[in-house]
Structures are given as structure tokens and as C-alpha cells.
Nanobody, 133 residues
Framework: QVQLVESGGGSVQAGGSLRLSCAAS????????MAWFRQAPGKEREGVAT????????YYADSVKGRFTISRDNAKNTLYLQMNDLKPEDTAVYYC??????????????????????????WGQGTQVTVSS
């Protein structure tokens, strides 16, 4: 079973940057479909980005494309989300999630484009990101 622990959240002014980390354990890290989601108060959970830890391209939601970058360090079993040019509307609790079944292009092309939280069976506890104007 995959365990996920996020870190790196905080408060920043608009235009600033933050990098979130998600440490994974309990599974072969190089075979995970991993994603970042976020949920703002009073809003539904939103998918942000997806990547397959075995390699290949990533998928991004339109709202973050060009500003956020998802990446992985398989040597450290860690997923990252580099967030640049942050906006107040990026304020939310950010969660990393893992799917142990989707491989390769199915991860990014199918699961990624769908961005449905029900596709992910493992979740971290979340980390707060607050962007002030």
C-alpha cells in the first residue's frame, strides 16, 4: 500500500513561487501514476497535474499550464510540484495522489486527462498553499 506525505506549502504573495514535495513509500515508486490535486474552501477538488513515475510526459490542467511543473525524483521516491507566478486563485489545500495500476500513456492520456480523484487510491494528508494579492 502506498503512503504519501506532502510538504512545502506556505504563504506567498502573488507572483511568487513555491515547491511542493510528496514522499512516497510502500510501493515500487517507478511504476506509479501520480498526480497533484487541490481543493479550495467551498469548491470541488480540482486536478492539477499528472505524471507517470516510469517516464514520459506530464498532463496539466489548463488553469496551471505554463506556470506549474510536475516532476519526480525516483532516487528519492519523491514527487514535486514547482509552482511559479502564483495567483490568489491558486490558494487551496494541495494533495498528492497515486494510482498503482495505470501505466505509461494510460496514466497521462487517460487518467491524466480525466483528472478524476476516484481513479486514485492513495492520498496524502494535504498541504496548505495561500497566495495573497
Amino acid at each position: 500500500q502506498v503512503q504519501l506525505v506532502e510538504s512545502g506549502g506556505g504563504s506567498v504573495q502573488a507572483g511568487g513561487s513555491l515547491r511542493l514535495s510528496c514522499a512516497a513509500s510502500g510501493y515500487t515508486y517507478s511504476s506509479l501514476c501520480m498526480a497533484w490535486f487541490r481543493q479550495a474552501p467551498g469548491k470541488e477538488r480540482e486536478g492539477v497535474a499528472t505524471i507517470y513515475t516510469g517516464g514520459g510526459s506530464a498532463y496539466y490542467a489548463d488553469s496551471v499550464k505554463g506556470r506549474f511543473t510536475i516532476s519526480r525524483d525516483n532516487a528519492k521516491n519523491t514527487l514535486y510540484l514547482q509552482m511559479n507566478d502564483l495567483k490568489p486563485e491558486d490558494t487551496a489545500v494541495y494533495y498528492c495522489a497515486a494510482n498503482t495500476r495505470a501505466r505509461d500513456w494510460i496514466c497521462t492520456v487517460v487518467v491524466g486527462t480525466r483528472m478524476n480523484g476516484n481513479d486514485f487510491g492513495a492520498w496524502g494528508q494535504g498541504t496548505q498553499v495561500t497566495v495573497s494579492s
